[in-house]
């Protein structure tokens, strides 16, 4: 776009290596500061509506509105009330622009930025760019099927570079002004690469040996993984606590809020044995509140997966992954992630054949 335009491409593209020159004038990715500073539009709110922002202001999972996570049974004190989910992206101006006059910013597709993944800095910046390096990309703002709290202008979502997802999308920008001079070095792969591409690098391989880890409530996540290890003759460990859950379905709702808020890591009951023979984990889990269940940290935390493949898989009731990816990339930065598997419930009558394709993607079986 940007030669078409005769501008001056903001990037140098060598190989895998992709450098930044700040002072040119064409198309690049916003940095975290900028894309977070056009989202807010002078608001100090957690969204620009200033409001707590209605499936009729943004495109998102609309059964769940900011806070549903504490008021699920008693809505009365929901300054927004549950309603629509669409299931799918809207046209651009569907809804209001923000005070700046730009569309979507929350929901319809999260947009990749610039950035490493990192801590920020205690100190004051001008123009921040985040860390030099990492191994994890930050995307920003939430798509069409994540709850309204993964929506909030500081929220920060993190994935792999090479990885895409049917809700994450790009927003192009340009330098209001001439930048500073000098290149800004880093590792960006296209965020635009299929998942075919990520799933070659992620080096599972059929040589490689492989463990199915799940944590199961209500049994779809466990035929899921008895599935995987029919067809991979993997070893299997299920995550059992020493303190389970209730087997009430409300009564669980609640637990696992609560745990979430708390960043809770529920003691696990047994553990398993030379996790260091294994080239890839294969994780299974539920969607819980849009994210993982606190058991998967615990478990992510407990071992030191550095170097391995991270295979997840999720069960769900509409909200796929959620940001389970991105709760599950900042608890083991150290490894890669290959593509996911999102099944609804139990999968119905093509799990069995889901469930092969999504093996031989990730080079589990031939």
């Avoid at 894309?35 to 209605?54: K, V």
């Avoid at 009330?81 to 929350?106: C, D, S």
């Avoid at 745990?259 to 294994?278: F, K, L, T, W």
């Avoid at 994210?291 to 009731?317: N, Q, R, V």
């Amino acid at each position: 776009m940007s030669q078409q335009e005769g501008l001056a491409p903001a990037y140098v593209v060598d190989g895998s290596s992709v450098i930044w020159d700040r002072s040119a004038s064409g198309y690049r990715l916003p940095t975290e500061a900028e894309w977070e500073y056009a989202c807010r539009a002078g608001t100090t709110t957690p969204f620009n509506t200033q409001t707590s922002i209605s499936p009729e202001e943004s495109n998102y999972y609309g059964h769940y509105p900011y806070e549903i996570e504490g008021n699920y049974f008693e809505q009365g004190n929901l300054t927004t009330k549950p309603g629509q989910y669409r299931e799918t992206t809207v046209a651009v101006t569907t809804f209001t622009a923000n005070p700046w006059g730009l569309y979507n910013m929350h929901g319809n597709v999260s947009e990749w930025v610039w950035d490493y993944y990192g801590s920020y800095t205690t100190e004051a910046q001008t123009d921040p760019t985040g860390p030099d390096t990492g191994a994890l990309r930050i995307y920003r703002g939430g798509g069409w099927n994540d709850f309204a709290k993964n929506m909030r202008s500081a929220y920060r979502a993190t994935l792999e570079q090479n990885l895409s997802s049917f809700n994450i999308g790009i927003r192009l920008v340009r330098n209001a002004s001439t930048g500073a001079s000098g290149m800004v070095g880093g590792q960006m792969e296209n965020p635009d690469a299929g998942t075919q591409a990520s799933a070659n690098q992620t080096g599972s391989g059929t040589g490689a040996k492989a463990l199915i880890v799940y944590f199961s409530w209500g049994g779809n996540t466990r035929g899921v993984a008895r599935e995987i290890q029919s067809q991979t003759g993997a070893d299997i460990f299920e995550i059992t606590l020493t303190n389970p859950y209730s087997s009430d379905y409300n009564t669980v709702l609640d637990q696992s809020q609560h745990d979430q808020n708390i960043q809770a890591r529920p003691e696990i009951a047994g553990s398993v044995e030379n996790i260091s023979q294994y080239d890839t984990i294969i994780l299974g889990y539920p969607n819980w509140w849009a994210s993982i269940p606190m058991p998967i940290a615990t478990f992510l935390e407990s071992y030191d997966l550095s170097g391995k493949t991270i295979l997840p898989f999720c069960s769900h009731g509409g909200g796929r992954f959620g940001q389970s990816l991105t709760a599950i990339a900042k608890l083991a930065p150290k490894s890669t992630m290959g593509e996911g598997l999102s099944i609804h419930y139990s999968g119905g009558s093509t799990m069995s054949s889901d469930v092969s394709t999504w093996l031989r993607s990730n080079g589990v079986i031939e």
